[in-house]
């Protein structure tokens, strides 16, 4: 099992900058890919960043250039930095783990969400 455990996010006007954090504990082999992740109200959820364990890196055509993320293999975190935040961006952002549990045994793992609201 894996937990993650998010933090950051609030509120903030547009054009400001916030960063998101998350870390990973539990029992597992390696954490393949961690990512972003977010959900607006009656919208699906979509992938704003990602970075494999050997640094590929993932954009959503809508944060390239503004979000930038970044991980650190060894303490198993992620974390997003948001700058020039237009409203738009407002949702809500999951932390992901693309998680090898054990040989042959692959599983995807969520945080709890943390939310992000931009004021115009």
């Known amino acids: 099992q894996v937990q993650l455990v998010e933090s950051g996010g609030g509120l903030v006007q547009a054009g400001g900058s916030l960063r998101l954090s998350c870390a990973a504990s539990?029992?597992?082999?390696?954490?393949?890919?961690m990512g972003w992740y977010r959900q607006a109200p009656g919208k699906q959820r979509d992938l704003v960043a990602a970075?494999?364990?050997?640094?590929?890196?993932n954009y959503a055509d809508s944060v390239k250039g503004r979000f930038s993320i970044s991980r650190d293999n060894a303490k198993n975190t992620v974390s997003l930095e948001m700058n020039s935040l237009k409203p738009e961006d407002t949702a809500v952002y999951y932390c992901?783990?693309?998680?090898?549990?054990?040989?042959?045994?692959?599983?995807?793992?969520w945080g709890q969400g943390t939310q992000v609201t931009v004021s115009s």
């Open positions: 970075i494999t364990s050997d640094g590929t890196l």
């Open positions: 992901n783990a693309d998680t090898t549990i054990r040989y042959g045994v692959r599983r995807d793992y």
């Open positions: 539990g029992s597992f082999f390696r954490i393949n890919a």
